[in-house]
């Protein structure tokens, strides 16, 4: 079975900083990961995933992770913080093989402060 | 380019009574996957289906709650007798295909109260 934890429910930063959102994996095989945003009352958006190829996506509004299959991780990461960040993220995993759900972690919120 | 509908936005019923969510996928999706979101959970997954078929119910509560995706209209949620721990917010997604490696385009929710 395959799962995902994501270290930290809530993370705050001031604008400017580094954002770092952590996930980890538990899968039996290599997995595909993903990164996504909820803002309130809202419906979630794609930031970015890994399927296969180079290990570090490149997502929307500047964010980017890095698949580690070594440490199991696919922690997101943005250089500088803007207010507009400030939302719900939640890391997915999804088996490879066809016909399998998305399963997520319990998410992280980020506080962006000015 | 519609993305995935979900209707009624907000729904409020009465313990026993029955609810009802509809999901419309994005256009050219045949797969439909459905979601419930509580306070400091996370999304919980409950149902995989592709028309006419269920793919994937091991998250769906083993009473009360059933899903279809019929040939013909949109996906339906039901959830019979509602109970209080019912209430959430119930979110739709769909993909165009079975490869997991396809983006899952969410809807904005459904979200239930049941006072």
């Known amino acids: 079975a395959q799962s995902v934890t994501q270290l930290g429910s809530h993370v705050s930063v001031s604008e400017g900083a580094l954002v770092l959102l952590r996930c980890n994996y538990s899968?039996?095989?290599?997995?595909?990961l993903f990164w996504y945003v909820q803002y309130p009352n809202q419906g979630l958006q794609l930031l970015l995933k890994?399927?296969?190829?180079?290990?570090l996506v490149k997502g929307i509004n500047g964010f980017e992770a890095e698949f580690k299959k070594s440490e199991t991780s696919f922690h997101l990461t943005k250089p500088s913080a803007h207010m507009s960040d400030a939302a719900e993220y939640f890391c997915a995993v999804r088996h490879n093989q066809a016909g399998t759900a998305l399963i997520f972690g319990k998410g992280t919120t980020l506080s962006v402060s000015s | 380019n519609a993305g995935v509908m979900q209707n009624p936005r907000h729904l409020v019923r009465r313990r026993g009574q029955e609810a009802r969510l509809r999901c419309s996928p994005m256009k050219g999706h045949s797969h439909v996957y459905w979601y419930r979101q509580l306070p400091e959970e996370g999304l919980k997954f409950m149902v995989y289906?592709?028309?006419?078929?269920?793919?994937?119910e091991s998250g769906m509560p083993k009473e009360r709650f059933s899903a279809e995706f019929p040939k013909e209209g949109p996906s339906i949620l039901r959830i019979q007798q509602v109970v209080r721990g019912d209430s959430a917010a119930y979110f739709c997604a769909s993909s165009p295909t079975a490869d997991s490696g396809n983006t899952i385009y969410f809807g904005e929710g459904s979200w239930l109260t049941v006072v």
């Open positions: 289906l592709q028309k006419e078929n269920i793919i994937d």
């Open positions: 899968s039996s095989v290599p997995p595909y």
């Open positions: 890994y399927t296969t190829g180079a290990t």
